[in-house]
């Protein structure tokens, strides 16, 4: 009976822990994403050609690196980490930011389109890219709302903007395509849904944007940004060269089957992942002053990430050949060998995230900065040598160079972050 109730109060710990909790909220809005993201995906594979893909992730390629210098992850980083008697300054300085990069993002897009369209021969580019950058002109109006939010490890609003969004962007993209709307059916479920954003945020956080323009203590939200904007965009050269190598090398129809691939495959189970890794970073951000409940957190937190990161991508990876004709249809078996193999290097992508976000929460972005640039360069040489044999083999090059580079990265992180002979007295670190 003891026994049974040790158990018990074990169990209600667990399930009290905000960690737990914000995953719980982001892992629902996830899982509803899903069951309306799976109809999308579904129909898109069929309503879709390989050129259709092949332009869709031209556009996805341009929005990525965008929203890198929008510094929503350097400046959101910021306020959620920021001591609380400087929240208010830096959330004005940030608000004036997010106006200044945003609107020029948006101009810097829209005139950008016309070099792609010639770059690419394909005028099927230029006004998509154009109407899908207004996207930019709505983020200063909710960003901080949605930092505030975060900081205060209220996720459940975040998952019901998750939520909410997706189930309009899917239902817009699904009418859409079946209409023949083709590449639109994308950009447009992209402007029209993101106003959700805007909404529910201010209904949910009592932070108001100034009145006047300033920029106080500017340079210490952009000192913080910069390392955090390199990394971005380091991170999201890895994820799009492989698509610019595809595309000059081998074609639009090519990058349109290894596109699909590395949505269904590596969409699926980043979205899983990127719930525990929201919620990850402001739960341990929240005791970083003490060694001991910081440590703690941190390894509970990947243990349960573990648990369900581990079985989900070696699943997902042997059921492949299973559902990938059933579900997508038969024009997408060719794409079978390279989702598995995008499959399967999520796994040292996973816990090499739980350890950036690690050394983001400790201020050392630097170290961080440093390891990519190091990554960067290897992965750009395996796929440049790899592209060469096909769309296969460049899957292959992501896989090994993940494999070579992120464990020995894990390992040293943990070692570094909790050595104690780094830290301070009374248990207080950094």
């Given at each position: 009976?003891?026994?049974?109730?040790?158990k018990?109060?074990?169990?209600?710990?667990?399930?009290?822990?905000?960690?737990?909790?914000?995953?719980?909220?982001?892992?629902?809005a996830?899982?509803?994403?899903?069951?309306?993201?799976?109809?999308?995906?579904v129909?898109l594979a069929?309503?879709?050609?390989?050129?259709?893909?092949?332009?869709?992730?031209?556009?996805?390629?341009?929005?990525?690196?965008?929203?890198?210098?929008?510094?929503?992850?350097g400046?959101?980083a910021?306020?959620?980490q920021?001591?609380?008697?400087?929240v208010?300054?830096?959330?004005?300085?940030?608000?004036?930011?997010?106006?200044?990069?945003?609107?020029?993002?948006?101009?810097?897009?829209?005139?950008a389109?016309f070099?792609?369209?010639?770059?690419?021969?394909?005028?099927?580019?230029c006004?998509?890219?154009c109407?899908?950058?207004?996207?930019?002109?709505m983020?200063?109006?909710?960003?901080?709302?949605s930092?505030?939010?975060?900081?205060?490890?209220?996720?459940?609003?975040?998952?019901?903007?998750?939520?909410?969004?997706?189930?309009?962007?899917?239902i817009?993209?699904?009418?859409?395509?079946i209409?023949?709307?083709?590449?639109?059916?994308?950009?447009?479920a992209?402007?029209?849904?993101?106003?959700?954003?805007?909404?529910?945020n201010?209904?949910?956080?009592?932070?108001?944007?100034?009145?006047?323009?300033?920029?106080k203590?500017?340079?210490?939200?952009?000192?913080?940004g910069r390392?955090?904007?390199?990394?971005?965009?380091l991170?999201?050269?890895?994820?799009?060269?492989?698509?610019?190598?595809?595309?000059?090398?081998l074609?639009?129809e090519?990058?349109?089957?290894?596109y699909f691939?590395?949505?269904?495959?590596?969409?699926?189970?980043?979205?899983i992942?990127?719930?525990f890794?929201?919620?990850?970073?402001p739960?341990?951000?929240?005791?970083?002053?003490n060694?001991t409940?910081?440590?703690?957190?941190?390894?509970?937190?990947?243990?349960?990430?573990?648990?369900?990161?581990?079985?989900?991508?070696?699943?997902?990876?042997?059921l492949?050949?299973?559902?990938?004709?059933i579900?997508?249809?038969?024009?997408?078996?060719?794409?079978?060998?390279?989702?598995?193999?995008?499959?399967?290097?999520?796994l040292?992508?996973?816990f090499?995230?739980?350890?950036?976000?690690?050394?983001?929460?400790?201020?050392?972005?630097?170290?961080?900065?440093?390891?990519?640039?190091a990554?960067?360069?290897?992965?750009?040489v395996a796929i440049?040598?790899?592209?060469?044999?096909?769309?296969?083999?460049?899957?292959?090059?992501?896989?090994?160079?993940?494999?070579?580079?992120?464990?020995?990265?894990i390992?040293?992180t943990?070692?570094?972050?909790?050595?104690?002979?780094?830290?301070?007295e009374?248990?207080?670190i950094?």
């Open positions: 009976m003891q026994i049974n109730n040790l018990i109060n074990k169990f209600k710990q667990l399930v009290s822990s905000p960690f737990i909790r914000n995953v719980g909220w982001l892992g629902g996830e899982l509803f994403n899903r069951v309306f993201r799976l109809a999308t995906t129909t069929r309503t879709f050609s390989p050129e259709d893909y092949g332009l869709v992730a031209v556009i996805y390629t341009v929005i990525d690196f965008a929203n890198v210098f929008t510094l929503r992850g400046i959101g910021k306020i959620i920021a001591h609380e008697q400087d208010k300054t830096i959330c004005d300085t940030a608000y004036w930011l997010n106006w200044i990069l945003c609107s020029s993002l948006f101009i810097i897009q829209c005139t389109a070099f792609i369209k010639t770059w690419s021969g394909n005028s099927k580019l006004l998509p890219l109407v899908v950058a207004f996207m930019y002109l983020m200063p109006v909710y960003s901080i709302h930092a505030l939010i975060e900081r205060e490890n209220r996720l459940k609003i975040t998952a019901i903007c998750n939520a909410t969004q997706s189930l309009f962007s899917n817009i993209t699904v009418t859409l395509a209409l023949g709307m083709g590449v639109w059916s994308i950009v447009w992209i402007v029209l849904t993101t106003p959700i954003w805007i909404i529910i201010w209904r949910n956080h009592s932070w108001r944007p100034p009145k006047y323009f300033h920029l203590r500017w340079q210490e939200v952009v000192n913080f390392n955090m904007l390199a990394l971005e965009l991170n999201k050269l890895r994820m799009n060269l492989d698509y610019l190598a595809i595309v000059n090398f074609g639009i090519a990058l349109g089957i290894y691939a590395f949505n269904a495959g590596l969409g699926i189970s980043m979205n992942i990127n719930t890794m929201s919620a990850l970073f739960y341990i951000c929240a005791v970083r002053t060694y409940e910081f440590k703690q957190r941190y390894f509970s937190s990947l243990q349960k990430i573990a648990l369900v990161v581990v079985p989900l991508i070696l699943a997902q990876s042997l492949a050949p299973l559902y990938v004709p579900i997508f249809g038969q024009k997408w078996i060719p794409a079978i060998p390279i989702l598995i193999t995008i499959c399967l290097s999520v040292p992508r996973t090499a995230w739980t350890a950036s976000l690690l050394l983001n929460a400790i201020d050392k972005t630097h170290i961080r900065l440093y390891v990519d640039i990554f960067t360069l290897v992965f750009a440049v040598i790899a592209v060469k044999w096909g769309i296969f083999w460049v899957a292959a090059a992501v896989l090994v160079s993940h494999l070579l580079v992120l464990p020995p990265f390992v040293w943990h070692r570094y972050t909790f050595n104690k002979r780094l830290h301070f009374n248990n207080s950094y």
